[in-house]
């Protein structure tokens, strides 16, 4: 079953425009983790942020956690062509993750020059 | 260093046909992990590793057998290939972190087709 379910499923944005990506998870979970997969290549670990945590920020990535609401948002600011992929949260499977992740199906980032 | 490698980048099998998809890495990570993802699904688990000599399964294992004998390597065992399978695979592996918390590095994948 789907821990995670991202949404929407594809994002169609502008250079320079923002993009932000929700997530919905179903469990209670110590941190959530944001990926990304260009096409044809593995996925790229982009930040996780615990529970304890409400916002994290990593250059233009900035991610919101709300643990009540069980829910989770990536916003990339001023986004660029080379942002184009596929976004993905993740959650641990069971408590902590011991290198099992749940993942949800992915919003597909599509960034017009 | 390599991170994490996966051999072959392509595969075409017969259904009811065996084989192995390699993986190591060589970051020292005790976790390991197997994905398939299909279109559609994002990522399923399918087996896992929490160091040499353990593993255990993951969502979607059947058909699927792995063995971790060294911390570098976790191939991962299709033993009568059905067109079910037909998927691409990625291999994983992370620290141990604290507080429960594992960042995942994956290989590039193998694409997966069985006719």
Not at chain 1, 55 to 70: A, I, M, P, Q
Not at chain 1, 89 to 109: D, E, R, V
Not at chain 2, 97 to 109: C, V
Request: charged share 15%; net charge positive.
């Amino acid at each position: 079953s789907q821990q995670g379910e991202e949404d929407p499923q594809a994002l169609s944005i502008q250079e320079g425009e923002n993009a932000t990506m929700n997530c919905s998870y179903k469990t209670s979970i110590n941190n959530l983790q944001w990926y990304r997969q260009n096409s044809g290549r593995g996925l790229v670990h982009l930040i996780l942020i615990r529970s304890n945590e409400r916002e994290k920020h990593s250059g233009r990535l900035r991610v919101t956690l709300d643990t009540s609401k069980k829910s989770s948002s990536l916003l990339i600011t001023a986004s660029r062509a080379a942002d184009t992929a596929s976004y993905f949260c993740a959650t641990p499977n069971g408590g902590t993750s011991y290198g099992k992740l749940t993942f949800g199906q992915g919003t597909i980032l599509t960034v017009h020059p | 260093n390599a991170g994490v490698t996966q051999t072959p980048k392509f595969q075409v099998l017969k259904t009811g046909q065996s084989m192995t998809l390699q993986c190591a890495q060589d970051m020292n990570h005790e976790y390991m992990s197997w994905y398939r993802q299909d279109p559609g699904m994002g990522l399923r688990l399918i087996h896992y590793s929490v160091g040499a000599g353990i593993t255990d399964q993951g969502e979607v294992p059947n058909g699927y057998n792995v063995s971790r004998s060294t911390t570098e390597d976790f191939p991962l065992r299709l033993l009568s290939a059905a067109p079910s399978q037909t998927s691409v695979y990625f291999c994983a592996s992370s620290p141990r972190g604290r507080g429960g918390s594992y960042e995942q590095y994956f290989g590039p994948g193998t694409r997966l087709t069985v006719t």
